[in-house]
């Protein structure tokens, strides 16, 4: 098997004290694209928030192995030079930061000191990934996220994701507020990105960008579980359908979280 | 007469001091009335800032410095803040109180520019400088330390813009203050007649950690009809040095005044910057950054008083704070009444990054008139958690997340500056500063 491996464990998550996730277990080789899909208030973005060590997020229970390593023992810099990455569904802005100047330290941040990239390398390859992404190139200089417009927080978010090229990505509703341009956009620069190697965890609540990016595996939450595996065929299911079989198959009155 | 703490200057010297530099008549009446107020008048009282016990009173009057034939006869830390790349041709280095180097573009020169230090203007342009000598900006009354430094004023440039000149290269001022006793008490005229325009960078640099003195800066910047002035400092003296700083601009109609101040300092300061939007349409931007760290105290005060129609200010005052170090950033924007469709706006924004350290930020909006806008924005915290998991997600480590937050927090007047080398040498002092 190429790439890495990303274990999740009875993975357990509060946040002030409430819990969220109550047991989740999931595999994502490398090579795969998985598909998180469910209702809002489910956990799926506390799941993404959860493996990248957001400071609100406590783990009170399980295990997030990387490769057989504890990522949960890392600290968050640590995991993103482990490996994983994470698209965020509400990016920081920053004032007075370029986008080009974070995104140089962040690909220099997974290289070795003394092998820093060349800063005509690295401007190359950030044009000819903006021009994939249909990215204005003064965005380059522009300080980080710091007004940008939803549509352009999802493409530089996409640009990252390209340029660090991780082992494996979660990535967070990268498709909400996005129109179908933007969307086609976005499904472009991730599928680039596929190869053997590349694991990747999306969570999306629609359909819609799985129309565009195929998934190998499909996953349902709810009640901050997974609570049903399936192949592409079971998004198209869930579009067809909405998410009231399912409940309905399990038991499930309320699918949220606080049920 | 009681006097709290005497000087230790009198009449005599400070005739003899005017006498020795051949200063017009004016001036050494000017010295000589601002002596005797000075041991009447009281000290200024910056908000919540006692500086009563502060230093600005003993320390060596008068130094010269040994001038230079060329810049490569300077230290590299003076060095250090000229353009290598793009020589500078208008220039004024002065050394202690005496002009080291001074070079003006003779193109400028040909189109009526005056770049001089203010020891020459006085001789050469006596009638002019008096015209707006602490006259329509800063008055020799208004306390003890405007006095003081009207009496002793020993350095300092002159910069002088005929109508309509636009001046395309950026013009830099070095105030180097080598002896480590010396004061600077600089005094910096600006003036731009209608429709002209210049960018001006100057910056105050010692080296005294131990040894004591006291630096009195006052600078009036004169904007005329339609006239731009874009001013930007870099205060950078060293611990042993008290700091009051004084630099206040005087806008009339159509014209626009920005400021880009990066205060530096190590030493206990008091720094007013104020802008009186006189004309209608008149336009100021004053941006200051400031760092505190070890015991250091800092009063810094912006403010605009909007006197012209439609006229428009925005303030901004950005603040790092570490160790034990404390400061006061007050923020004032005021409308006065018949200053309709004018507009205030300001942002104070001080980062917390030691428990111990102290920042205040004050945001005041004094209006007297209905029809204008206004708005301010003020915090005091520390590095944002969130930004810092965002940065660290990218592999950044947590210092690096900080630095580069930190950076970017101070950049709005670092990106202001318009020579190169005084940028670089910011963000330099900035990273010594913090880390």
């Not at chain 1, 996953?219 to 869930?238: C, F, T, Y």
């Not at chain 2, 810092?388 to 670092?414: C, D, N, Q, T, W």
């Amino acid at each position: 098997m190429a790439g890495s491996t990303l274990e999740i464990k009875d993975l357990h998550v509060e946040i002030e004290g409430q819990e969220i996730l109550k047991g989740v277990n999931l595999t994502i080789n490398g090579g795969e694209f998985h598909a998180v899909m469910g209702p809002n208030g489910t956990g799926k973005s506390t799941l993404a928030s959860a493996i990248m060590g957001h400071p609100k997020y406590e783990v009170t229970k399980g295990e997030v192995l990387l490769d057989g390593e504890n990522v949960l023992e890392m600290e968050v810099d640590e995991r993103a030079q482990a490996g994983l990455f994470l698209a965020m569904q509400y990016p920081s802005e920053i004032s007075g930061v370029t986008n080009s100047d974070f995104l140089r330290s962040s690909v220099n941040a997974h290289r070795e000191e003394g092998d820093e990239i060349s800063l005509m390398k690295f401007i190359k390859e950030m044009d000819a990934k903006m021009d994939t992404l249909d990215m204005d190139k003064n965005m380059a200089q522009r300080y980080l996220n710091e007004g940008f417009s939803g549509g352009e927080k999802k493409r530089n978010e996409i640009l990252q994701l390209m340029m660090i090229q991780p082992a494996i990505a979660i990535l967070d509703e990268i498709d909400s507020g996005l129109d179908i341009d933007a969307l086609k956009v976005v499904a472009k620069g991730i599928n680039e990105m596929r190869n053997d190697a590349f694991g990747c965890l999306i969570i999306t609540h629609y359909q819609r960008l799985l129309n565009y990016i195929t998934p190998d595996k499909v996953h349902v939450m709810m009640q901050g579980r997974v609570v049903k595996s399936g192949g592409p065929e079971l998004s198209q299911r869930l579009e067809a359908e909405g998410y009231d079989w399912i409940k309905q198959e399990l038991g499930i009155e309320d699918e949220t979280v606080n049920a | 007469m009681t006097v709290e703490v005497s000087l230790p200057y009198d009449k005599e010297y400070i005739s003899q001091f005017s006498q020795g530099q051949n200063e017009p008549e004016w001036m050494k009446n000017l010295r000589l009335s601002a002596l005797e107020k000075s041991e009447s008048l009281p000290l200024p009282k910056p908000d919540k800032t006692n500086i009563s016990k502060w230093n600005f009173t003993e320390f060596d009057h008068h130094v010269t410095g040994e001038r230079i034939e060329s810049l490569d006869e300077l230290p590299v830390e003076i060095k250090d803040f000229l353009d290598e790349e793009k020589e500078q041709q208008n220039l004024v280095i002065q050394r202690n109180h005496t002009v080291a180097y001074g070079t003006i573009d003779q193109k400028l020169k040909d189109q009526g520019v005056i770049f001089t230090d203010i020891g020459t203007a006085l001789r050469e342009h006596s009638e002019l400088v008096e015209k707006y000598y602490m006259n329509d900006a800063v008055h020799m009354d208004e306390h003890r330390l405007t006095a003081l430094h009207a009496a002793l004023m020993n350095g300092g440039i002159f910069l002088y813009v005929p109508k309509n000149v636009q001046i395309e290269d950026p013009i830099q001022a070095i105030f180097w203050q080598e002896n480590p006793k010396a004061s600077l008490i600089n005094h910096i005229l600006v003036v731009a007649e209608e429709n002209s325009s210049v960018t001006y960078v100057e910056n105050h640099i010692s080296h005294n950690k131990e040894e004591k003195t006291s630096a009195n800066i006052v600078t009036e910047v004169i904007a005329k009809d339609g006239a731009k002035v874009s001013f930007g400092a870099v205060d950078n003296f060293e611990a042993g040095t008290t700091v009051y700083a004084n630099r206040r601009g005087v806008a009339y109609r159509d014209s626009v005044i920005e400021w880009a101040l990066g205060q530096m300092n190590e030493g206990d300061t008091v720094s007013e910057n104020i802008t009186h939007l006189i004309g209608d349409n008149s336009h100021s931007n004053a941006k200051t950054v400031a760092i505190g760290r070890g015991k250091q105290k800092q009063n810094f005060t912006a403010n605009i008083t909007h006197f012209g129609k439609g006229s428009d200010g925005y303030i901004l005052q950005h603040g790092v704070m570490k160790d034990k170090a404390s400061a006061i950033f007050n923020g004032i924007g005021k409308i006065e009444h018949g200053a309709s469709k004018s507009n205030a706006e300001q942002e104070s924004r001080v980062l917390m990054l030691s428990s111990d350290a102290r920042g205040d930020a004050n945001p005041i909006l004094l209006i007297d008139e209905d029809d204008v806008t206004a708005g301010h924005a003020a915090s005091v915290g520390r590095v944002d958690p969130i930004q810092l998991y965002y940065l660290m997600s990218r592999g950044i480590s947590k210092f690096e997340a900080e630095r580069l937050i930190i950076h970017g927090f101070l950049a709005p007047v670092v990106n202001q500056l318009p020579v190169e080398a005084v940028k670089r040498q910011l963000k330099q002092v900035i990273e010594r500063k913090v880390y």
